[in-house]
């Protein structure tokens, strides 16, 4: 396990729970997410026969991925869509810029999407000189501020109103007073104008069809459709666990995903994207780029305990069921993708080493695996990175030995009871500070043990009976 990464987690961790108003903001926030979910589930005749049929839908694809992938690949070609794989993001890097740089393109517009958050393609145009404009409003807000999505579904859960007027008052002189209509409006006229100069518009997907051939995506805003609709060139990249095998599959999963991730019935904007435009058409696209990423997800799906993680539909709403994660945020993980799921998928996308650590930042408490619309079991995907991480010596060796210590003394209560209360408690406030952070505290341990209260108890009564 790399010392680094767990030390700055556990840093990074204590600070953030105990900031008042960031508690303050994600409480309100997620407020209003469980609200909407919560009266959004009635709508559903049966909730759990929806969330069975779209695993199975899922378990279905990833047992015959590559077929699919071959077909949606077919279609695409005969849609007139360039398809390019990708092994790792160094391959889509130069994908995207090949593209770029061949039809001399100098801006483009992003429409959310975590796969080009995973492969840090703002920093990697940058660096050459193309300006990258993310258009949804949560991630252009991140994207002023200097930061990264904090939250799959939210990139800006973290930022109360005020937060993004003193922003604006910032980036653009705009009043502190402002309403959030009034940020909204500015930052509609301010992104128009990267619609117009954008050469290429950079989309994800939520789904790739396989019999089709289209790219899925669905929003709020209409910015993913303003992407591709005034630039020339649409390239879409995404995930090759995103596809699924038929367009009547999105009968259940548009509106399945839409539900979990926001509580809606469906989301405001739908489009399946199957190609450039045609002859006959006179708007649109003239080109369209469709690139499968790997990076990663084949070593997750040669694994078979681990690979039904790639079922997720990233809707968050394992995020917003985990109480680690509402009382870290986002930023402590460090990773794209973060919660229970980011949990499970990190250390197999990228350095299993690297990410490891999070797996101990998890309860086991299982509300993830609960809310999952595809019935991932997340915390037992968990509990299996956490196993693999002892197997393979990933924790340290004064870690190890303390737990093989505490396993001995624990397995007999004649030995728990060897040590005095006292002493329990002094070792107890040591530990505490060092693994709970100074903040918490443990319950004060009683001066007699439940087994010698017991023992005590049924010697006076066995003397009462005689």
Known sequence: MSHSSKKLFKHAAERIAFDEQH????????????????????????????RIKASEIKRHTLANLPQYLEEFEKNCIQNG???????????????????????????????????????????????????SVETDLGEYIVQLAGEKPYHIVTPAMHKSKQDVAVLFHQKFGFPLTSTAEEMTNLARQKLREKYLAAGAGITGANFLIADKGGVCVTENEGNAIM???????????????????????LALFWPHLAQHGTGQAISSYNTMFTGPRKKNEPHGPSHMYVILL???????????????????????????ACPIYKNVGGYTYNTTYQG???????????????????????????GCTEVCPVKIPLHELIHENRKRAVSQNFFPLTEQLGMKAFEYVASKSKRMDLIGSTLKNILLSIAGSRLWGKKREFPKIAKQSFRKQYLKLAKKQKNTKQ
């Open 227 to 249: 992407s591709t609709a005034f630039p020339d060139i649409h390239i879409a990249i995404a995930g090759i666990e995103k596809v699924i095998p038929s367009f009547k599959d």
């Open 340 to 366: 229970p799921i980011g949990t499970v998928i990190s250390p197999h996308l990228g350095n299993f080493q690297e990410h490891i650590h999070l797996s101990t930042a998890c309860s086991l408490c299982a």
């Open 81 to 131: 869509i360039t398809v390019l794989w990708a092994q790792t993001a160094a391959d889509a890097i130069q994908y995207i810029t090949n593209i770029l740089q061949e039809h001399k393109v100098t801006s483009v517009v992003k429409s959310k999407s975590m796969t080009t958050e995973e492969i840090e393609l703002n920093h990697e145009l940058e660096k050459i000189g193309i300006e």
């Open 294 to 320: 790997d990076n990663g997800r084949s070593n997750l799906y040669a694994q078979e305990k681990l690979n039904v993680a790639l079922s997720c539909i990233r809707c968050g709403a394992c995020l917003n």
């Open 23 to 50: 508690r303050k903001t994600i409480q309100f926030n997620m407020g209003k997410y469980h609200a909407a979910v919560g009266a959004g589930k009635l709508r559903y005749a049966n909730l759990d026969a929806a």
